[in-house]
T-cell receptor, first 113, second 112 residues
Framework: AQSVTQPDIHITVSEGASLELRCNYS??????LFWYVQSPGQGLQLLLK??????LVQGIKGFEAEFKRSQSSFNLRKPSVHWSDAAEYFC???????????FGAGTRLTVKP | DGGITQSPKYLFRKEGQNVTLSCEQN?????MYWYRQDPGQGLRLIYY???????QKGDIAEGYSVSREKKESFPLTVTSAQKNPTAFYLC???????????FGPGTRLLVL
């Protein structure tokens, strides 16, 4: 069955430190991969996506992610975290057998001053 | 500005009552989706629609119903058969299935 795993429920980093959020997937074919961010009580905003081509993808707000087929991973990174990055981050994979996307459970990021 | 609107932001339901959540988009997208979000569980798909007058059940469709009479609109009805309706509901749209989804601001449903 297709699935997405975000192993870290909650991560705390200091402002200015680097960040890596993990995402692993189980999928039978070449997936489409997405990272979304959600502020409390808000909808989801797309950070970046991978469909094909260069496996290192640049997104908004200084985020990037790398697709590693051999590890079935699509980890999100940022070299220097800002306090405004505190939010919940969701990895998503598609298309599923229903032609929709499957979301991970999310990783909540706290940024210490 | 193009986007997705959801209303109301907060909705209260009494026991045994049906309530309808609104979702409108002016992005000219063919596909629309409804998700339910509970703490620590990510997003779960309720229903999706690939095109007008067509919709499919997602993973947790029981207790919910939808319609897609217009391209711009995809309302979700939470029926009295949904025994645990308290959640945050998110609507999304995409140009077509398997493309990037764009999300509305969400509706929080609370049971009185």
């Amino acid at each position: 069955a297709q699935s997405v795993t975000q192993p870290d429920i909650h991560i705390t980093v200091s402002e200015g430190a680097s960040l890596e959020l993990r995402c692993n997937y189980s999928y039978g074919a070449t997936p489409y991969l997405f990272w979304y961010v959600q502020s409390p009580g808000q909808g989801l905003q797309l950070l970046l996506k991978y469909f094909s081509g260069d496996t290192l993808v640049q997104g908004i707000k200084g985020f990037e992610a790398e697709f590693k087929r051999s590890q079935s991973s699509f980890n999100l990174r940022k070299p220097s975290v800002h306090w405004s990055d505190a939010a919940e981050y969701f990895c998503a994979v598609g298309p599923t057998n229903n032609n929709d996307m499957r979301f991970g459970a999310g990783t909540r990021l706290t940024v210490k001053p | 500005d193009g986007g997705i609107t959801q209303s109301p932001k907060y909705l209260f339901r009494k026991e045994g009552q049906n309530v309808t959540l609104s979702c409108e988009q002016n992005l000219n997208h063919d596909a629309m989706y409804w998700y339910r979000q509970d703490p620590g569980q990510g997003l779960r798909l309720i229903y999706y629609s690939q095109i007008v007058n067509d919709f499919q059940k997602g993973d947790i469709a029981e207790g919910y119903s939808v319609s897609r009479e217009k391209k711009e609109s995809f309302p979700l009805t939470v029926t009295s058969a949904q025994k645990n309706p308290t959640a945050f509901y998110l609507c999304a749209s995409s140009p077509f299935l398997q493309e990037t989804q764009y999300f509305g601001p969400g509706t929080r449903l609370l049971v009185l």
